[in-house]
């Protein structure tokens, strides 16, 4: 698998040209072509009293906003990637998780910015990053904060014995196969047998050329997400690839303990597939 063609999501409200010029880095690297890619809706206007008009005003408001915004962060794009050929833009007025969802359909990889850690944020203008990743059925890769360019030439695996971790490595394969040291970590929690484990996925990607080495982890260390945090940074690893898994869809329950923690660390651009 090759990345031919690899989205970027900006934020309505965010400064956008690190995460462009990252983003355009990378698919000029890939020798993919880069889409720019913003959403944003309006806030449901409910009428007060018989002024039924002011309501659609507010609403006319908002949209008028919007289109403003998206035609700036457009402008903004095409100027960074100077109006390469290999570039496009689709700005739309819709939610921005619902309509990148959907888009996602157009690339190989996604690229979003960090997660807010403010459980009231408002995802009628950001993206909400764990529900991305259950729908979009494309790997997301979620920048570091702050934005900076990714090397991947050390790579951490975050191996966890699940259908998920498995499609993450295989759709990660362009980046681990130019890397010059891929570490499969896992935390040993009592599984059966997960040096075993580990070494096959080892030998997997051995065979596809990836330099890949493997490690298991104690548990009783620390935190399993602290305990491969800390591996990431003991081989300088700017790039962790891991499943998006998770023990309920109900959204406060999305994810595992350890996707959660990687996700609300920004040390490290999070490649994540589901």
């Not at 400064?15 to 889409?35: E, N």
Request: aromatic share 4%; with cysteine.
């Amino acid at each position: 698998m090759a990345f031919k063609t690899i989205m970027v999501q900006l934020d309505v409200d965010c400064i956008a040209a690190p995460r462009i010029s990252m983003a355009w880095d990378l698919a000029q690297r890939h020798d993919a072509d880069l889409i720019g890619f913003c959403a944003a809706e309006p806030h449901l206007v409910i009428p007060t009293g018989t002024d039924n008009q002011a309501a659609a005003r507010a609403m006319w408001s908002q949209m008028e906003e919007i289109e403003g915004r998206l035609n700036c962060l457009r402008e903004e794009f095409l100027s960074t990637v100077n109006g390469s050929n290999r570039s496009s833009w689709r700005g739309e007025i819709g939610n921005p998780t619902g309509q990148l969802a959907l888009n996602a359909r157009a690339a190989d990889l996604i690229i979003t910015g960090s997660p807010a850690i403010d459980l009231v944020a408002d995802h009628h203008r950001t993206l909400d990053t764990a529900s991305l990743i259950l729908a979009a059925g494309r790997p997301i890769l979620v920048a570091s904060k702050p934005c900076a360019p990714i090397k991947a030439e050390s790579i951490l695996i975050a191996w966890n014995d699940t259908r998920e971790a498995r499609r993450a490595v295989v759709d990660a394969m362009p980046f681990l196969i130019t890397a010059r040291d891929v570490v499969i970590a896992t935390v040993d929690n009592g599984d059966t047998r997960p040096a075993e484990k580990v070494a096959d996925v080892e030998l997997f990607l051995t065979r596809h050329g990836v330099k890949a080495r493997s490690e298991v982890l104690d548990a009783r260390r620390s935190e399993p997400a602290e305990l491969l945090l800390q591996v990431g940074k003991e081989i300088a690893a700017d790039l962790i690839v891991l499943g998006g898994y998770g023990h309920s869809r109900v959204r406060e329950m999305t994810f595992g303990g350890v996707t959660r923690s990687v996700l609300r660390s920004g040390s490290l651009h999070r490649f994540i597939s589901n």
